[in-house]
């Protein structure tokens, strides 16, 4: 089986039982930065595949990069007279008081029997008959993690960790396991919810991700390679904050779905890890680890750049999917490219330079009722400038449906507004 890149290899043999609504881009010559999904293959067989980073070359679980832990805990200070104001964070302090290395076993202690190994179970198709799904027991396709939540017995996860599964089947730390029930997926934002039914289920706290800092000490907990014995426990800082990436599509050379104001960690974030939490040294979960950076061309790697998923973005949606099963997402209704100096020259963009580039309009669309056209160039919403390709699918992620919204739109040279009121994406 596959791990979740997080989902495990068949290899690892664990003892315990073991994306898409965003806007259709037109081909462009420039990508987003994309990374290598925590999980992609769900074939038993299969190598999973990735789409790339400008320069990156897929990342299988099999073939996962070993992020190299450069954790300032775990550096030894150099010899020297003065130790610079820096080495102090060796020594760290939360307000609460105590060592980085106290800290992060109470991180581990307290959060830890909260984080799940949650096996996608498949039933394989019958071997040269395409199409025929075999009449046997459904098994492992996948391995991933999952963050218990509430006393409910509420799982949060990563979508790619349960797609396509026909069973879904939970596994504690404390070597429990249960049936788990789908109670919603958001293929868009990558993010599914379970829900199993058992006592005592331990619950580990969300905290306030907007409230992190670049450079906060940071905790990864996850199902690395499905390791028997329970969560891998790894450390590291917050590398960067309101990070855009996309991820890859759910076939070679294909595009999935962005991700936007995401954590970047230096935290070792391995295969099995998709779903686990991130967590800050109160032991709250600030975030829902997802992706790795994918290996780089030959002779360069990406070492230590990992992508989690901000419980600011993730908890909203996790109330939709525990409320109404589905999660609602504003719709405009075109599909789009990055503005690019030959395309700018051949539209009589002037002195334009960034913007998204309509290539065509759903009939029936609010974009088609507010009149946009093929050869559009949006270049800003509500004032807001577009700089990058993904701005436009960022801006609007910020509305609900039935939000009316300005666009700035070049047509033919001559610069229009247009007002939009956006309609409910599609399931």
């Not at 294909?254 to 935290?267: C, H």
Request: charge should be negative.
């Amino acid at each position: 089986m596959v791990l979740c890149t997080a989902c495990a290899s068949s290899n690892a043999q664990p003892t315990q039982a073991p994306s898409n609504a965003q806007p259709t881009q037109a081909p462009s010559n420039s990508q987003p930065t994309q990374v290598a999904s925590n999980s992609q293959a769900n074939q038993a067989s299969s190598s999973p595949q990735a789409a790339q980073a400008p320069g990156a070359s897929p990342v299988g679980a099999q073939a996962a990069t070993s992020p190299v832990s450069v954790s300032a805990a775990a550096a030894s200070p150099s010899s020297v007279a003065s130790p610079p104001p820096v080495a102090a964070a060796a020594a760290s302090t939360s307000a609460s008081g105590g060592d980085l290395r106290t800290l992060v076993r109470q991180v581990a202690q307290q959060v830890r029997p909260a984080i799940v190994q949650i096996t996608n179970l498949q039933q394989q198709q019958q071997q040269g008959v395409p199409g025929q799904i075999g009449g046997g027991a459904a098994v492992p396709a996948g391995v991933g993690s999952g963050v218990i939540y509430d006393s409910q017995g509420h799982i949060l996860t990563n979508n790619h960790v349960i797609a396509g599964a026909q069973q879904l089947e939970v596994s504690l730390p404390d070597r429990r396991s249960f049936p788990a029930k789908l109670t919603g997926a958001d293929p868009q934002t990558d993010l599914a919810v379970l829900q199993i039914e058992g006592d005592n289920l331990p619950v580990a706290q969300l905290g306030d991700s907007n409230q992190l800092q670049v450079g906060d000490w940071v905790v990864a907990i996850g199902n690395a390679l499905a390791l028997p014995g329970g969560p891998t426990v790894t450390q590291g800082v917050v590398s960067a904050l309101n990070r855009t990436v996309q991820e890859p599509g759910d076939t070679p050379n294909t595009s999935g779905p962005f991700l936007f104001n995401a954590i970047q960690t230096d935290a070792p974030i391995n295969p099995g890890n998709s779903g686990g939490a991130l967590v800050n040294l109160e032991n709250e979960v600030i975030g829902i680890n997802t992706l790795v950076a994918g290996q780089a061309e030959p002779g360069v790697s990406a070492q230590g750049i990992g992508f989690a998923i901000a419980i600011a973005t993730a908890k909203p949606i996790a109330d939709q999917l525990v409320s109404t099963g589905r999660a609602v997402h504003p719709f405009l209704g075109v599909q789009y490219g990055p503005l690019t100096p030959a395309i700018a020259a051949q539209l009589s963009a002037g002195n334009v330079q960034n913007g998204a580039v309509i290539g065509a309009v759903q009939p029936g669309s609010p974009a088609a009722t507010a009149g946009l056209q093929p050869r559009d160039i949006i270049t800003a919403v509500d004032g807001q400038p577009l700089v990058a390709e993904s701005s436009l699918a960022q801006m609007l992620s910020q509305h609900q449906p039935g939000d009316q919204v300005t666009l700035s739109v070049v047509r033919g040279g001559q610069l229009l507004q247009v007002q939009v009121t956006l309609g409910q994406a599609p399931s």
